[in-house]
């Protein structure tokens, strides 16, 4: 395999960089880092998964389908993207148009020993995106690029995937709210009103 | 004929018409679903209704996670499989078991009764085991006339408490494949 370029990025920044660009996007984490990353802002708008590992596509693609009118962002992490691999294919097959797929890639399980992904084997997201009927999907590793990104993510249209490269660098769990039912029902009610408890 | 004193199935099925009707009834915007013969019907209900959204999914677990945003974004929603994708669900109730998130599974039943095929008997075998060991409500349906109460009883009951229902549609109901001779 040829060298492949690596992610310098680190994902704290790219997660403020993300967060100050929100606008009123719905957001969904996936477990692990990325579910800490968005938990340093903490936000109504924001359902964070701390399990569940593949869940985040595909509950990002109900939360999409079940409210057309706003946009979507699923942030996840490279490993748990790799297990819900075939919501690609599902997401792709179902074509939302208010979705935005986004893996903080660092390459490797950051959460259980920094264990290699296949992402660190050249296996390539932003091309199985595009086969999957992805209308736009890129790959990102600079500030450059990642700030002309950003509005696309949180504001475009159709179903966009980015890969964002990030280094390996770690930080502690910076969010205290686990509790599922009460981030559940913050968002709902936030979403919804009233309509929440109905 | 042999098998003479198991009826095969004669008369064209009317309970996939009527859980579509429970669907309509309760307000199910969102169906997910791996097929399953015994799902065909009520499928192709649901893909000719403009109202719901019907996803066709590569794995159940799919499924689950699906509904579990549509419930955040405010629709009511149905997960269709057969008993063998039960197993592939587990780890993914954790996030409705921990979530208080409500889940309407239909599970049509397979290697229970009279199967031929003994693959699907460890996973038939263990499909309503699996799924009240990790928390989930099991309600069963054995005869065509009971299926549209049983749906309904349970769909009121997942959507007012919060919390995850199985209706596990018997085998006997999907009918029995003679493979006696």
């Known amino acids: ?198 | 004929m042999s098998g003479a004193h198991v009826p095969t199935e004669t008369t064209a099925r009317v309970w996939p018409r009527d859980i579509y009707d429970v669907f309509k009834q309760v307000g199910i915007e969102q169906v997910a679903y791996v097929p399953d013969a015994g799902h065909a019907r009520l499928i192709q209900d649901c893909e000719a209704d403009n109202a719901m959204n019907v996803v066709s999914l590569t794995t159940e677990e799919e499924g689950v996670a699906m509904l579990a945003g549509g419930w955040l974004g405010g629709k009511r929603g149905a997960l269709l499989m057969q008993s063998s994708g039960v197993g592939n669900c587990v780890n993914m109730l954790s996030v409705v078991m921990e979530g208080r998130f409500p889940l309407l599974m239909v599970v049509t039943m397979r290697g229970e009764w009279g199967e031929f095929n003994p693959w699907q008997l460890p996973m038939g075998q263990s499909t309503a085991k699996v799924l009240e060991d990790i928390g989930v409500y099991v309600q069963r349906a054995e005869r065509p006339e009971e299926v549209r109460d049983v749906v309904y009883a349970a769909a009121q009951m997942t959507f007012s408490s919060n919390r995850p229902i199985a209706v596990l549609l018997g085998q006997r109901l999907i009918g029995f494949k003679d493979w006696s001779k």
């Open chain 1, 1 to 198: 395999m040829t060298e492949r370029r690596q992610g310098t990025m680190d994902r704290r920044d790219v997660a403020a960089a993300m967060m100050k660009g929100r606008g009123d996007a719905l957001i969904v984490t996936g477990l692990g880092s990325t579910c800490y990353d968005f938990g340093t802002q903490d936000h109504p708008n924001t359902f964070y998964l701390w399990g569940g590992m593949g869940a985040a596509a595909m509950l990002g693609l109900g939360l999409a389908l079940a409210q057309p009118t706003r946009r979507v962002v699923v942030v996840t992490g490279d490993g748990e993207m790799l297990m819900g691999f075939g919501a690609f294919a599902t997401i792709g097959a179902k074509a939302p148009k208010n979705f935005s797929l986004v893996v903080i890639d660092n390459e490797h399980y950051s959460e259980t020993g920094m264990q290699p992904t296949h992402t660190r084997r050249g296996i390539d997201l932003e091309g199985v995106a595009r086969a999957c009927n992805f209308g736009s999907a890129e790959t990102i590793y600079t500030e450059a690029e990642l700030a002309k990104t950003i509005p696309e993510i949180f504001a475009g249209t159709g179903l966009l995937f980015r890969d964002i490269k990030v280094n390996t660098k770690r930080y502690p769990m910076s969010s205290r709210l686990r509790d599922g039912s009460h981030i559940k029902n913050r968002f709902r009610e936030n979403l919804l009103g009233a309509k929440a408890f109905d």
